[in-house]
């Protein structure tokens, strides 16, 4: 008999809420939405990377919470870590195209 994983749908909601909240950032960098305020693509950045450290202290703090809270955090804290360490591997693969283009700067 298999076995039941009751809470797998509440970690994959908690990994899925930063890749939406990082979504509707792009979509509001694509759309201007702030431009108003004075944002450029820095604020949108700076946001994202907010987002994923805030993620991190919430998912931490759910930690301390009853079961399906902290499944939740699980994911929001798995979730996170990936958006941090994805963004760590594109500034790196960043630099790395910089430094080997032909190109002055």
């Not at 759910?62 to 499944?71: D, E, K, V």
């Not at 760590?88 to 195209?97: E, G, H, K, N």
């Given at each position: 008999m298999p076995t039941r994983r009751p809470h797998l749908a509440v970690k994959a909601a908690g990994f899925a809420l930063p890749l939406l909240l990082?979504?509707?950032?792009?979509?509001?960098?694509?759309h201007d939405c702030f431009?108003?305020?004075?944002?450029?693509?820095?604020?949108y950045l700076s946001a994202m990377a907010w987002?994923?450290?805030?993620?991190?202290?919430v998912g931490a703090a759910?930690?301390?919470?009853?079961?399906?809270?902290?499944?939740l955090g699980v994911g929001m804290l798995v979730g996170g870590s990936a958006g941090i360490l994805l963004g760590?591997?594109?500034?790196?693969?960043?630099?790395?195209?910089i430094a080997r283009t032909?190109?002055?700067f």
């Open positions: 990082i979504a509707l950032l792009v979509v509001a960098y694509d431009g108003s305020l004075g944002w450029d693509g820095g604020e987002t994923d450290v805030g993620v991190l202290f759910l930690l301390a919470a009853p079961a399906a809270w902290r499944s760590i591997a594109f500034l790196a693969l960043l630099m790395v195209a032909p190109i002055p």
